[in-house]
T-cell receptor
Framework: KQEVTQIPAALSVPEGENLVLNCSFT??????LQWFRQDPGKGLTSLLL?????REQTSGRLNASLDKSSGRSTLYIAASQPGDSATYLC?????????????FGSGTQLTVLP | DADVTQTPRNRITKTGKRIMLECSQT?????MYWYRQDPGLGLQLIYY???????NKGEISDGYSVSRQAQAKFSLSLESAIPNQTALYFC????????????FGPGTRLTVL
């Protein structure tokens, strides 16, 4: 059974700091890995998707990396802003047709202080 | 307008009541999913549907049923709600391409008293 772990569960940083969120998974046979942002009262917003054949993806101030062999992914946020405050979830996908489409971690709650 | 919508956004009900949560999407995707999220935990898959005639159980389907009324509509029902079904429920969609990126609705907060 695939298990996804995110450490730390909560993180507080001053504005402007660069930071890294961690995600680890137990089964390296993944199809892709997705990073989401969750704001209170709102749904999940997809930030980045890394396919299993890729090592990283970038979008603006966000960079996600994937190391399948070690079962790890990181989300790097550059020059953090208070608007980045949210819960960040990672999820790994098995190939379409599998019973468990996405397995989620429990998230890292990020607070960026002004 | 949002691509994936859910109704209602909030619902309080009593034990034993039948509840239906609805999801609609305008993304034109064939695949739709229902997840639940408990406080401090990740999302768990309840049911998923690859097209109107293909519905499958997820990890935690007991106590739930679904209906895929059309490509754009996927409903989740709790036949007899119980307090431990109090959670945040999300609907999601994805296309049939190889990427399988999922897009989520805003969620329905359900409280069962």
């Amino acid at each position: 059974k695939q298990e996804v772990t995110q450490i730390p569960a909560a993180l507080s940083v001053p504005e402007g700091e660069n930071l890294v969120l961690n995600c680890s998974f137990t089964d390296s046979a993944i199809y892709n890995l997705q990073w989401f942002r969750q704001d209170p009262g709102k749904g999940l917003t997809s930030l980045l998707l890394i396919q299993s054949s890729q090592r990283e993806q970038t979008s603006g101030r966000l960079n996600a990396s994937l190391d399948k062999s070690s079962g790890r992914s990181t989300l790097y946020i550059a020059a953090s802003q208070p608007g980045d405050s949210a819960t960040y979830l990672c999820a790994v996908s098995r190939p379409p047709g599998s019973a468990r489409q996405l397995t989620f971690g429990s998230g890292t709650q990020l607070t960026v202080l002004p | 307008d949002a691509d994936v919508t859910q109704t209602p956004r909030n619902r309080i009900t009593k034990t034993g009541k039948r509840i239906m949560l609805e999801c609609s999407q305008t993304k034109g995707h064939d695949r739709m999913y229902w997840y639940r999220q408990d406080p401090g935990l990740g999302l768990q898959l309840i049911y998923y549907s690859f097209d109107v005639k293909d519905i499958n159980k997820g990890e935690i389907s007991d106590g739930y049923s679904v209906s895929r009324q059309a490509q754009a509509k996927f409903s989740l029902s709790l036949e007899s709600a119980i307090p431990n079904q109090t959670a945040l429920y999300f609907c999601a969609t994805s296309d049939t391409g190889t990427v399988n990126e999922q897009f989520f609705g805003p969620g329905t907060r359900l409280t069962v008293l």
